[in-house]
Every structure is written in C-alpha cells, then in structure tokens.
C-alpha cells in the first residue's frame, strides 16, 4: 500500500495552529506518510512536527468554511488546527484518521526512520539475558538459563531464553507450561542477592474446576524453596476473580497441593477498568470550566491513584516478603503480562539499587516488560482520548511509571534518573520512531526483524548528550532498600504528565534549573580545590626532596 | 535535654502526687500496627513527657500543656486505659495506661493543665532559654514597624504617623502608631471610627512605591439599612486622593454577600456604592471562623483515619472544603494584589472585624506584591504588622487560656498554608523554606514565647510582655541557618516584583499539606528531603570556596618567590625561611596537566541515606534535632505508615536492623496471613 493513497490534500495553506503554551501560528500544513507538519513562514517560529501515530482522536468543527481540526495526542496533548476550505479540511481529517490507525506494524515509522545520529552502542544487544544472569550465577548454582523457548513453541510470549531451577529439566519445563495459561511456566524474575530469596512469575495455573494438578508444576516452584522454608503466592486477583477463573479453566494453587506456599490475594485492577481511570483522569485534568471546585471528587472518581495505590501496596508485599520474611515468592494474576509485571518490576525498584540507575531501569523494562512479554502494541493503541474502547487497550505500562515516579518523589536523591525519563518512556511506549515498544512479544518482533529494520530507544537515549538531560543531579547511589508509603497523603497527582499540557511549569522548570546549578557549582569547586591541593602537594614534596639532603 | 531533666523538673517543682511519673505506659503507634513502645510518663508543670524504657536510647516526647487541644479517655479494655492527647500542632498521642485509676488522674490533672486560666501559667512566664537581660531585650527590637513604614516609603506627601489613636483613645485594638492619609484630620478619623464595628477606622497597611497605590484596612461600616456617616466618606475619600494616579478605588469586603446582608439587620453591613464618591465595591466570599474551624475539623478527621483508601482520603478532603477555602484567601489576595501593582488602585479592606479575613487578604496580598515579605526577616515583619499589630486576636484564635470554644479559628493556620502553597507554585521565591512556617505554626500555640500573647497591643502593654518575656522572632533569627530555602537567590527573577498565581481554573494546584497536617507521621513525608541535600551542598560548597582561596593564596605564595628569588631581586630580609627552596616548584606553574588522578577531598556527609543498613533514613528529623530543641523533643515520633506493607523499618527505630530480616516483625506475620 503507497501511503500516497491515504493522502488526499498533501498541503494546505493558511493553516493556524493553536497548541498549549505557545502563540498561534500561521504556515503551511503538509502530510507526510508519518507525519503532520506545519511550518511557517517566519524563520524563528518552531515547526510541528507530528507523528501521526502520536494521534489519539480527531474531531472536526465548521464554522462558515472554516474548518477547526481538533487533534489529542497520545501524550494527552491537545492542538487545534483551523484550516480554510472545508474539502481541504475534510480531506485532512480523512487523511489522518487513516494514517493514524494503519492496521500493518511493518508500516509504521519505525520502519522508516533513519537515524541522524551516529549509533555508538546498539541498544538491541546492551541488555543480554545472558548478561542478566551473570549478574547473580556467581553466587549462585540454583539457576540456570534455558532455551527451551528457542523457536518459541513452548510459550510464544516468552523469550527464547529464560532462567529457571537448575534442577528443572526442559523436558518438566515443556509439561508446566502445558498446565500455565499461555504457556506461561514459573521463571525467575529477581534474585536477592543479600538472603539468596528469589522473586519468580508466572501465568495462573489451569487448574480448572476439578482441580487438576501438575507434579512437575509443582516440583519446580517448590525447588525455589530452601528447606523447611515457605514461600508465597501472590495472586494479583481478588480471591472471588481467582475462583471465577477455574470456571474458564484457570484457577490457583491449591493449599493441598502446595503445601509449603502461602497464598495472598490483592486486587489489581486490569484492562478497560484501567483505561476507562486514565479517560477520566484526562477529562478531569482538561477540564476548563471555571466550575472546578469538584475537582477532587472527579480526582477520586477516576480511581487512578487507588490503582497505583493498590499496585504500590502489592509491590510491597512482595518486596517485604522477600527482604524482611526471607522467603520466596511466585507472582502471577491470569496470563502474567500486566499487573504480574508491574509488581514484579516495582518489587526490584524497592529492593535493587541497581534498578534505580537509568542502566538498570533500561535493563528492568526490557527484562521485566519487553522480554517478558508485556503486548505493548495492544495495550498501548490508544491512551486517554481513544473512543475504540477495545478490551485489550490498557495503561499498564503508564500506570507502572507512575508508581516509579511516585517513589522517586519520596525518594528524590535515589534514583540516577529524573522524571523527564519516565516521561520519555512514557511517549515512546505510545509512539515512537524506535522499534522498541513495537509487537507484542519477542517471538514477534522477531518475525517483524525489528532489530535489522529498526533502530532501538536505548541506542539514541544513552547517547552521553542525549542523556545528560535524564541525570538526576540529586542522586547518591543508595545500597539500600527503599520502602516508599502508600498512604494517601504521600501519593499525590503525576502533574508531570497529567497536567503537563494544562499549566505552565515555567516556575518549577527555574527551581530544576536552579538546584542544577547549586550541584554543578559544587563539583566545580570541588575539581578546582582537588586539582590545586595535588598541585601543592607536589610542590611540598618536592620541597621536602629538596630539603632532606 | 538530659535524661535527667525530667526526674529534676519533678523534685525541683515538687509534684510529689502519685500520678506525677506513671509507669509501663504503652505509647501506640497510630498509623501502623508497629509495636508500641513501652515506657514513663511524667506530668510537670508545664509538659507532658513520654520516656520510652528503652535503655539505651530512652526517647523522650515532650508536649507542653499549652499545646493540647483535646484530651479524651476512651474506654478501659484488658490493655489497660486508652488516653487519647490531640494537639494543636497536629500530634496525636495515643498512651495506654494500665491502670484505670492512674488514667483518671492523669486525664483530670490534663484537663486543669492543658487549660490554664491566668496569664502567668502560661510557659513563656517560666521559660528561661539563658539570655541575660540585654540579649532579651535585643530580641524585641529585631521586628520594627516603624522602620518597616519607612522602607514602604512612608511618611511621604500623601501619608504620616498619626498620634489619634495615642494611648488607645480611638480603637484599643489598633495599634498607637497608625498610617493614615495626611489630609484625614482627627476629626475625620474620630469620626469615621465611629461609624465602624469596633471603631477599627481605615489605616494604611500597606503602600506601594511604584504605584502610589495602597492597601487600607478596617472593619465594617455601621451603615445598616441607609446610614451615612460623613466623615467616613471624607475617609475614603482621602485614602482615594492619596494615590493621584487612579481617580477610583477598591473597596473589598472579603465575606461572603449573604453574611454581609445579614449584617445590615443587625445596624451594620457594607459601603453603599451610591454614597461613597468613585469607589468600585466587590465581595470576595470568604466564610466566617466557625466555618473555617469545622473544615479543618473534618480534615484532620480525615488525617487520623487508620489505613484510609485513596477514595475515603480524597472523599474526605473535598468534603473538608478546606482547600477550596485556601484558594478563596489566595484569590482575594491576588485581586488586591493585581489591583495594587497593575491598576495602580488604592484597595480598601474589611471583613466584619477586620480582624481574621482582613489580616490573611492583606498579609497575602502584601507577600505577593512585595519581595521583602518573603525573606526570613520580611516575613516576620508581615506578621508582626498585619496579625500582632492591628489586633488579631491570639488569645481568643488559638486558644491560649482557657475560654470560649467558639471564638478558636485557624485563621492564621490558614495564612500560613497559603504561603506554603505559594512557595510550592514559586519554589525560588521564599528565602525560607517550609519549616519555618510550620515552627511558626507551632510557637503560635506553644505559648513559649510572648509573641503571640493577647489579643492587641493595648494588653501586650498592660502585661509587660516584652519585659517578662522572650521574642519569638529572635530565636528563629537566631536559628536561621535551618529555615533557608536553597533555591532562593535575591537576584533570581521569581525573587523580584509581583507573583501572579495562575487565576485560570487551577484547582489542582492546590494540595493537601502534609508535612503541616501529618508532621507527626514521619512514614508518610518524602525520605529524603532536597531542601536539606542542598543546603549541605551549599554548606560545603562554602568550605570549597574558603578553602579555593586559602589554596590559591598559598600556591601564589609559592611561585611568587621563585620568581623573585632571582639573585639580586631578593628584598633584604625576605622571609626565606617560611618558604624555603621553592625554586623547584616554577615547572608547575599553570600545569594543566596535575588534573589526572589524584585524592578526592573528603566532604561533609551529606549523603542522603546513611546510617540504617536496611533502609533509607530520614534526613529532616536529624536537623530538627538541632535546630529547635523544642521542637525536637516532639520529633521523635515513630513513622506512621499506611499500612504493614509500605511502613519503613527504619522510621525512628534506633534499633539496629541486621537481624531485621531474620526476625520477622510479629505484625508483618499477621498481616501476610491476613
């Protein structure tokens, strides 16, 4: 398909655009076949430059033959563009509506971006399974990395590799999976190294409503065990969702049958429930009526924060489970793809110093989201403003930054990163000229060849210019688990995002910039004392040599 | 404070009763199931003061009697007598005490202390911080009104100190130096006084230089149905001709229009645009103190819940109203503000009193418009002129001696929640930073220092406050290296000229105040605080600095010299000695090349988690300790946390934690298998 057939007006004229922050603008409008760009006549006046798959939602308004087109981003932007003619408009609104929804990955930008910048390191490889493990196989012979998965056969979400109990052969792994929904059979998400205690995950078992068992199931969670110790199984369901499931052939481990596990039950909230919050939420936020003293109470209703309460409460369950109890614990909901990894990836956030570097998060979102198979092309189709409504359209990942940014706000010297990029990250997973947030899985993003024909987040981002806007100037590595406070009053609104496009951050912009200065000051001075303390060391010495004689 | 101290206090006052020290009193923590910590509490004559048995740490909580709001004994189950000690400072104290008898008694002394009656029961009466008589005295005059007038720039043509209101014979809640138009005569004053609630007549409370515009205060008029008063117009009018550049003004009443209505029943009421010449009338719609007292009631409500969730939280806060109350004092505040410094307009202000409403509008709108009023200096200024000198009634607000529940009112809590809410839209704009606020909070209540005592001026003298007792603002003054904001810089742009607020709907800049509301709750505030990281940034970069120069100064020293030990160059004489063969050391001059390697200077701690192996520790509760030892003594309360899950193991424990995570918590175990 030539993209050329979707764009029925390639160029306007006398286009205005209005958008949050910045004066109107008058220019020309051109469709690309993956972007919408205005540009203008004055020189300084910065461009538009806009992915199409950045769009949410258009709506159309004609006054006379002046057209408005009304464009919300992903980003949860919102522009306005008013353009003369009504068939120039009509054609433009057509032309974007289909360029925004193309229905084929391999036709998306990534595909066809060419990188302007020199590739120093290659994102596809920086974070290795392999590389993963080594991290912790030292002190450790319990674990070992498995390619049973290779041609993924076993689990199409999984990874070819994984790691598992050492003592699991492939053969019990290939029998477990068969007994997980999806396939999805217990592997090893973390692995503590202060207590030797391991966080691993899964997908319900099919246990059904006869109760069906599976020895090699059980075997191998039972191998993450030391003796005589227990473990536990956090269910992310509610204890009614979990027993509804046996009814489709899910189901949960029974206490009969694995006797040395503990099973607690929250309840994360999944799927539209979560997309029909960030609607809400959004609504809420964009609300300019000058009638806002219900603002709270449209806050509360959008049920955002209690999501992020519940999923912060359930990460530190685990987290306290793992650390404070000394005990193993088995993660799962029903397919182990969305509130799974979120406490799983938030659980390392509070235990794992190196988590909280932008290395270790970049390595945590491809091993605990990307590797793990997280469907971000299902999830992320559409944000705040999607009218589709589609089941599978979720803001898990999003909800999951959230959280992050809510310890980092308790925790504000911890973290090697700044909150511009969990923003980054948030963008990217919605639209991207990268290919890493594309597919829903490795098995296909290995078909889509993404790492041939794509360029990866992480080969831009960790450039070291790029990257220098992503460094938190407070940071202090902390060795030490951080246990954040979910009560209420400690969790507040992500205003970074949520009101971003809503309020000028002008002045907290200046307050950034200003503790940047005090801390660059300070390492300056710091390198002048230091260069001139050896120059007189030096000096001295070599007065002393003189002297001795 | 000693361990001893409070076994001292007991024999030094004599308190020989039974119930003065009671034993293996349970101190619960509140907001976690945590274990509750085992102990003394004692009973002097002016604290209550918890001491855990803990031998090696025994942690003390001091709370002076003068900061309990309630005190309630809750049924007697098999623990023992729950006593349940809420403070104005937003402490709850939870105390078990295992014999009901004990209970009772300490619950009836409580109820007499915690409600002194005289003046001289009061703490700042007795309390002796060991400054001798001059250092006192000092610290009354660091606030100066008069200085304060004329940096505003008056007196001038069109403003002076006038002597009516000498010895109180106009208003006795006014202050004896009052700013009024030059051309207002005495009799106009007397006149217009007259016609006003209380006799609160209009007097300038602020001015502004580059506009010529002010803002005027004073309570409402007595105009009932259809009275005039004439000189009260000639007042206005006066105040109007006192800045040529506008030929209107502002008259704002901050209630809300039906109160105002309902006043003129009553022979009281607002101005009648008709009768007064050139004068735009507006009502801003501020509720009255017993409003604002039963907001903040069911807020704090919603501040004690166990465990709330994120609905009953929200829930409870916009039912509070009580924020929706602070953006309507800031958004009076802004108009004014906005009239002032844009319109270039004279603003005349009144509530009822003019006392609550009018004293926050003004005091907001000041800060707003003028820089100085958000330095540390400045601001005590700003309070010392709007609520201390025209008559705010502390006494009656705060409930400092025992008397009408009625007339208490966080009107000046709410003051200073507008402030905070500034300094978060504006965080380079204060020179102080969130502490100071809230320790003026606390010593508004603590009656540790006279400052705040009385309800005018007028009783302040007749007591002899400033002879018998210390000044608040000299004590922060003195202690001002805590309050510091880090972001603050004079020269920065937020720093200068007006703040103007976003007015556009903006509700959700306002939020909820937990380092006021839930202070006590250690668990729920950040755990690392960036305002202490910086200032030990800036600290050491100050010791950089000293130490650059001395280095530099010593490295010149050295090449200088060399450079003169050419022969023949020397001076005679030449302290040879102290420098001896420096010669060798011209090679480096200017060597770039020293910059590899090298040792890096050891710092000032300052990381931000150090200390606890098995978790991050609170930085802010460590520099409380220092800087307000009486505040300290309360910051040592347990961290609160929502629940098991998220609570920090850490959070005040002074137990060492390796064998944490072998020895589960009984708690936690209850909560898993929940």
Redesign the interface.
């Known amino acids: 398909m030539e993209f050329a057939e979707l764009i029925k007006t390639p160029r306007v004229d006398n286009v205005v655009l209005h958008r949050p922050f910045y004066p109107a603008v008058e220019g020309t409008l051109c469709l690309t076949g993956h972007h919408l760009i205005l540009s203008s006549r004055q020189d300084n006046t910065e461009e538009l430059w806009l992915l199409h798959s950045n769009i949410d939602s258009i709506e159309k308004r004609f006054v006379g033959s002046l057209g408005t087109i009304i464009i919300k981003c992903k980003d949860l932007r919102i522009i306005q563009l008013d353009i003369p003619g009504m068939e120039e408009c009509l054609n433009i609104a057509s032309s974007i509506e289909a360029l925004s929804t193309l229905d084929s990955i391999t036709l998306m930008y990534p595909f066809f971006y060419r990188p302007m910048f020199e590739v120093v390191e290659d994102g596809w490889h920086t974070f290795l399974p392999e590389r993963e493990f080594e991290l912790f196989s030292s002190v450790t012979n319990e674990w070992r990395l498995s390619y049973v998965n290779k041609d993924f056969t076993v689990c199409p979400s999984y990874p070819p590799i994984v790691t598992v109990p050492s003592c699991i052969d492939d053969e019990a792994l290939r029998k477990v999976a068969t007994f997980r929904h999806g396939g999805r059979f217990p592997v090893l998400s973390y692995y503590h190294k202060?207590?030797g205690m391991v966080m691993i995950r899964s997908s319900q078992p099919l246990t059904g409503t006869n109760g069906r068992r599976c020895k090699e199931d059980e075997k191998l969670i039972n191998a993450t065990l030391r003796a005589g110790k227990r473990g536990?199984v956090i269910d992310t369901r509610s204890l009614n969702v979990a027993q509804q499931a046996r009814a489709k052939g899910g189901g949960f481990e029974q206490e009969a049958h694995y006797p040395q596990w503990?099973r607690?039950h929250k309840s994360i909230e999944r799927y539209h429930i979560l997309q029909e919050s960030l609607i809400k939420l959004v609504e809420a936020?964009n609300?300019?009526?000058?009638n806002?003293?219900?603002?709270?109470?449209k806050?509360?209703a959008s049920?955002w924060?209690?999501h992020?309460?519940e999923i912060?409460?359930t990460a530190?369950?685990a987290a306290?489970?793992i650390?404070?109890?000394?005990a193993s614990v088995l993660i799962h909901g029903t397919e182990g793809t969305d509130s799974t990894l979120q406490v799983t990836s938030l659980a390392q956030i509070i235990l794992e110093p190196r988590c909280r570097t932008i290395r270790g998060f970049e390595a945590l979102i491809e091993r605990e989201w990307l590797q793990a198979g997280h469907p971000f092309q299902q999830r992320c189709a559409q944000s705040a403003y999607s009218n589709s409504k589609q089941k599978w359209e979720a803001p898990v990942f999003f909800l999951f930054l959230d959280c992050v940014w809510q310890i980092l706000?308790?925790?504000?010297?911890?973290f090697e990163f700044n909150e511009h990029f969990l923003i980054l990250l948030f963008e990217h997973s919605y639209a991207s000229q990268f290919g890493t947030f594309l597919g829903n899985n490795e098995s296909e993003r290995c078909k889509l060849k993404l790492q041939q024909k794509t360029m990866s987040l992480w080969s831009w981002v960790n450039r070291p210019s790029e990257l220098s806007k992503f460094i938190n100037p407070?940071f202090?590595a902390?060795s030490?688990?951080?246990?954040?406070?979910?009560?209420?009053?400690?969790?507040?609104?992500w205003?970074g995002v949520f009101?971003r496009w809503?309020?000028?951050s002008k002045?907290?912009d200046?307050?950034y910039e200003?503790?940047t200065n005090?801390?660059e000051?300070?390492k300056e001075?710091?390198?002048?004392?230091?260069?001139?303390?050896?120059?007189?060391a030096?000096?001295e010495t070599?007065?002393g040599m003189?002297?001795s004689p | 404070m000693g361990k001893a101290w409070a076994a001292v206090i007991r024999t030094v006052l004599g308190l020989g009763r039974p119930w003065d020290a009671v034993e293996n009193v349970r101190l619960m923590d509140r907001m976690s199931s945590k274990k509750p910590a085992l102990g003394t509490l004692y009973l002097t004559a002016s604290h209550v003061i918890f001491v855990e048995n803990v031998p090696e740490t025994r942690k003390e909580t001091w709370i002076l009697h003068s900061e309990i709001s309630s005190i309630e004994k809750q049924a007697t189950t098999a623990g023992g007598c729950p006593l349940l000690i809420r403070c104005k400072n937003f402490q709850v104290l939870h105390l078990v005490v295992p014999q009901e008898r004990d209970c009772q008694d300490v619950y009836i002394s409580l109820l007499r202390l915690a409600r002194p009656v005289k003046y001289e029961e009061l703490f700042c009466f007795s309390f002796n911080p060991k400054l001798d008589k001059e250092e006192r005295e000092q610290g009354w005059t660091l606030v100066d009104l008069r200085e304060e007038y004329k940096r505003m720039g008056t007196p001038n043509s069109y403003w002076h100190l006038s002597d009516v209101n000498r010895d109180y014979r106009v208003c006795d809640s006014y202050p004896t130096d009052v700013y009024v138009p030059r051309s207002a005569t005495a009799h106009i004053i007397v006149g217009s006084s007259k016609f006003r609630s209380r006799r609160r007549f209009p007097a300038l409370c602020y001015y502004c230089k580059d506009t010529n515009a002010s803002i005027c205060r004073s309570s409402q008029p007595l105009s009932g149905f259809s009275a005039r008063c004439l000189e009260d117009e000639q007042m206005l009018q006066a105040i109007r001709r006192a800045n040529p550049g506008s030929d209107f003004m502002y008259v704002v009443d901050t209630r809300p229009k039906l109160n105002a209505m309902a006043n003129r029943a009553a022979g009281k009421g607002y101005e009648n645009e008709d009768n007064y010449a050139n004068i735009k009338f507006q009502f801003i719609g501020i509720e009255n103190i017993h409003v604002m007292r039963s907001s903040l009631q069911k807020m704090l409500e919603v501040c004690e819940l166990r465990s709330p969730s994120m609905s009953d939280f929200l829930w409870g806060l916009e039912n509070s109203g009580w924020l929706k109350h602070i953006k309507a004092i800031l958004d009076a505040g802004v108009f004014i503000a906005k009239a002032v410094a844009e319109e270039g307009t004279s603003v005349l202000v009144h509530c009822s009193d003019g006392w609550d409403r009018t004293a926050q509008v003004c005091s907001v709108a000041s800060l707003l418009l003028d820089p100085h009023y958000r330095t540390l200096k400045g601001f005590m200024v700003l309070i010392e002129k709007d609520w201390i000198s025209f008559g705010h009634k502390f006494h009656h607000r705060y409930g400092h001696l025992d008397g009408d529940p009625k007339e208490i009112s966080p009107v000046i809590d709410q003051f200073l929640e507008c402030v905070w809410q500034l300094t978060e839209q504006f965080p380079c704009a204060f020179e102080f930073n969130e502490r100071f606020l809230v320790h003026i909070q606390h010593h508004i209540y603590s009656c540790q220092f006279g400052t705040f005592l009385c309800n005018s001026q007028k009783e302040r003298r007749e007591l002899r406050i400033q002879e018998r007792t210390h000044s608040l603002w000299a004590h922060l003054w003195k202690n001002r290296a805590d309050y510091l904001n880090p972001l603050f810089r004079a020269d920065h742009s937020q720093a200068r000229g007006t703040l103007r607020p976003p007015t556009s709907p903006c509700n959700f800049t306002y939020k909820f105040w937990s380092g006021m509301y839930n202070r006590f709750e250690k668990g729920m505030q950040p755990r690392q605080s960036v305002t202490d990281y910086l200032m030990a940034v800036k600290e050491e970069t100050q010791q950089l600095e000293e130490e650059l120069q001395v280095l530099e100064e010593r490295l010149e020293k050295i090449h200088k010299i060399p450079l003169s030990d050419t022969p023949g160059n020397r001076e005679p004489g030449a302290p040879q000695s102290k420098c001896p063969g420096l010669s060798a050391s011209t090679p480096s001059v200017g060597n770039p090349a020293a910059d590899s390697g090298g040792q890096p200077k050891s710092s000032p701690s300052r990381s931000p988690s150090q200390g606890d192996d098995d978790s991050a520790l609170i930085l802010t509760q460590e520099n409380l300790k220092s800087s307000d030892p009486d505040l300290s003594a309360n910051s040592d309360q347990e961290s609160g946390v929502e629940d098991l899950s998220c609570r920090s193991p850490s959070g005040g424990e002074c137990l060492p934690s390796e064998d944490s995570g072998k020895d589960p918590d009984p708690d936690e175990a209850v909560f898993l298998t929940a």
Request: aromatic share 6%; with cysteine; glycine share 2%.
């Open positions: 202060k207590n536990y503990r607690i936020c609300d300019q009526s000058h806002m003293d219900r603002w709270l109470s806050l509360e049920n924060l209690t992020i309460k912060l409460t530190c369950l306290q489970c650390d404070r109890e000394g706000r308790q925790f504000p010297c911890s407070l202090e902390n030490l688990v951080i246990w954040p406070s979910v009560a209420p009053q400690s969790l507040q609104l205003e009101l809503n309020r000028s002045y907290l200046e307050a200003e503790m005090i801390i000051y300070n001075l710091q390198a002048k004392v230091n260069t001139l303390r050896r120059q007189l030096e000096l070599e007065d003189q002297e």
